[in-house]
């Protein structure tokens, strides 16, 4: 793309429209396995088209030059600039294509969210620009039932992606089961919808991603996680990586050895393997889509769960009685509620004893030793349970997050609510991960307590709480802080149940999230979610989860918590986040959340 007269823009209030949209890579970037990538884009009311390397305004307006530095910028009004929707949208991750051309150099294309947006946008291009004469199309293209194309059918009420809800039958409380919840996602809220919702010719978009999940990326100057450098399993470029060190090594081999037929042989059915996967592998394994580690998301700049403020025509996104409700697809039984020798009902879940989790204690180094913690710096006050059809991330697009008696920490980076979605596999495992597939999220909810508010406001506040409001601002940009977040699990008297001894080893040990943890940051430190991604785990403890344990999970008591681990004595001693008791477990036959089923 080629630069023009420079525009200076001082604040929000200087965009006409303002957003988040696909942008596709120019250059050679445009051949590259990830050509389309998020950028927070803006038209000011002078007619410049600018784009940030930030996937938000909210994120590009806090980076160190603010908004006076877009990475483009296009005089829409000088450069003769017109705009066109192609019809053949295939080339884009939705069916929203936008496509402009000028006389400065490389068009550019950017793809909207949903249908809502597209029009944002093209209204105001065309209140600067007018749209090109070959122009195939006057509305957002739409699909075809039925094919792989898009064609703009006669006009009717705009088609939005239905997450279905289904309640079992062993489901307590909640609302009717199977009813769609129809919803129309905005940037304001998310900061991109999910492709796949809204083009079904990108169907293994979620494959391709989750393959590259825990892989590392390079930073953008904004702090944010950048593109995979490393070829993702099963890309083009990575089976072509295979084939030469195939062949490199063998071509080493006879320089020790004198080569014979055998060897040749050999060489020529490993080319023949490798050849055969290559041609074999999924469609989404070739496009390599890219995904970022970290996603600044939110439903608004508001009050601290409130709406977005509008500027000009700029979108507000979807309401919350489009979603499903959080904490309603399993009971809540505290323990202290029931008689003497009584038993909790299964499945349920209810506050655990923080006293019953080991915890690293002053001068940790030195005696390793460990012991009970003080009180979770968080409340345990809702928990879920949804069986999906592919792995879940951002759990927040799909589920109203509670928000009754939450109370406002008052701090730029310490959040309300802290939600940890962990996202088990339900089918048998291959040795290597493939990052996706069926599963099950297991949701929990935790509020700030006030004692964590007055101790977080205070001169001197508490090792832990200094360290997790650290972890809340480095974390989302540092993928080494980040994964000092870890989880504990407990079986409670696992020798009834006659495991195998590496799994009563293991009981209780606490896991590192490292590679395979994401973050989505609310507005305003509404809520940062934890989307922790087992599905990427090592195979011997998948297997060990999908093949060992789950069948057993319905009849478990498991205690579950997560703390940030302290390394310094000043760091310590460590104490929970949050924690919770998790009884009778059903992964199969809990309430279905799918996305992707309209």
């Not at 065309?126 to 898009?150: H, V, Y």
């Not at 070829?231 to 080493?252: D, H, K, Q, R, W």
Request: proline share 8%; hydrophobic share 35%; net charge neutral.
């Amino acid at each position: 793309m080629a630069d023009n007269e420079d525009y200076e823009i001082n604040s929000k209030s200087d965009f006409k429209v303002m957003g988040a949209l696909w942008k596709k890579r120019g250059g050679l970037g445009r051949h590259m396995k990830d050509p389309w990538q998020p950028r927070a884009f803006g038209i000011t009311h002078k007619g410049i088209l600018v784009y940030y390397e930030s996937k938000t305004i909210q994120e590009a307006e806090h980076a160190s030059d603010g908004l006076r530095v877009p990475r483009q910028q296009l005089n829409l009004k000088e450069s003769n600039a017109m705009w066109s929707a192609p019809e053949d949208a295939t080339d884009g991750p939705t069916p929203y294509l936008i496509v402009i051309e000028h006389d400065l150099g490389q068009r550019w294309k950017m793809c909207a969210g949903n249908e809502k947006e597209f029009n944002n946008w093209t209204s105001t291009l065309s209140s600067f620009i007018s749209k090109a004469p070959d122009g195939s199309m006057s509305e957002p293209p739409r699909e075809r039932p039925g094919g792989r194309g898009l064609s703009p059918p006669p006009p009717r009420a705009s088609p939005s992606p239905n997450p279905k809800i289904r309640k079992s039958p062993m489901s307590g409380g909640g609302g009717g089961g199977g009813a769609p919840l129809g919803r129309e996602r905005s940037s304001s809220e998310a900061f991109l919808p999910n492709p796949r919702a809204l083009n079904p010719n990108m169907s293994a978009l979620r494959k391709s991603k989750s393959k590259r999940k825990g892989k590392k990326a390079p930073k953008k100057s904004q702090g944010l996680i950048g593109s995979i450098v490393m070829p993702e399993a099963g890309s083009t470029p990575e089976m072509v990586y295979m084939m030469l060190t195939v062949n490199l090594c063998c071509i080493l081999l006879t320089f020790t050895e004198p080569a014979s037929y055998e060897s040749y042989a050999v060489v020529a059915l490993l080319n023949l393997a490798l050849v055969s996967a290559l041609v074999r592998r999924p469609e989404g394994a070739a496009a390599g889509e890219a995904e970022a580690e970290v996603m600044v998301v939110g439903r608004g700049d508001g009050d601290l769960f409130g709406d977005d403020e509008s500027v000009d025509s700029m979108d507000v996104g979807r309401g919350a009685a489009d979603m499903v409700d959080a904490g309603k697809s399993i009971p809540r039984i505290e323990n202290e509620t029931l008689s003497s020798g009584e038993s909790a009902a299964m499945p349920s879940f209810g506050k655990a004893d923080h006293t019953l989790y080991p915890l690293r204690t002053v001068g940790y180094k030195q005696h390793k030793k460990k012991a009970p913690g003080g009180e979770p710096l968080y409340e345990l006050i809702a928990l879920d349970v949804f069986k999906t059809p592919q792995r879940v991330d951002g759990i927040h697009q799909y589920v109203n997050f509670p928000t009754e008696g939450v109370l406002d920490t008052k701090h730029p980076e310490v959040p309300s609510l802290f939600v940890v979605n962990c996202q088990f596999p339900r089918e048998k495992q291959n040795v290597f991960a493939e990052g996706d597939g069926p599963g099950a999220s297991v949701v929990f909810y935790f509020a700030i307590k006030q004692s964590t508010i007055d101790s977080l406001h205070s001169d001197t506040p508490s090792p832990m709480v200094k360290l997790f409001s650290e972890w809340c601002r480095i974390a989302p940009d540092d993928p080494t802080f980040r994964a000092r977040f870890k989880a504990m699990g407990f079986i409670d008297k696992i020798e009834r149940f006659g495991l195998p001894y590496m799994c009563s080893k293991y009981n209780g040990k606490p896991v590192l999230i490292k590679k395979t943890g994401t973050v989505h940051r609310g507005p305003n430190n509404a809520y940062i979610e934890m989307d922790v991604n087992i599905h990427n785990f090592s195979y011997p403890c998948r297997q060990a989860l999908t093949s060992t344990l789950k069948p057993m999970f319905k009849e478990m008591i498991m205690r579950v918590g997560f703390v940030i681990e302290g390394q310094d004595d000043s760091e310590l001693p460590e104490c929970l986040l949050g924690n919770a008791e998790l009884r009778g477990l059903d992964l199969d036959k809990s309430t279905e959340l799918d996305p992707w089923n309209e």
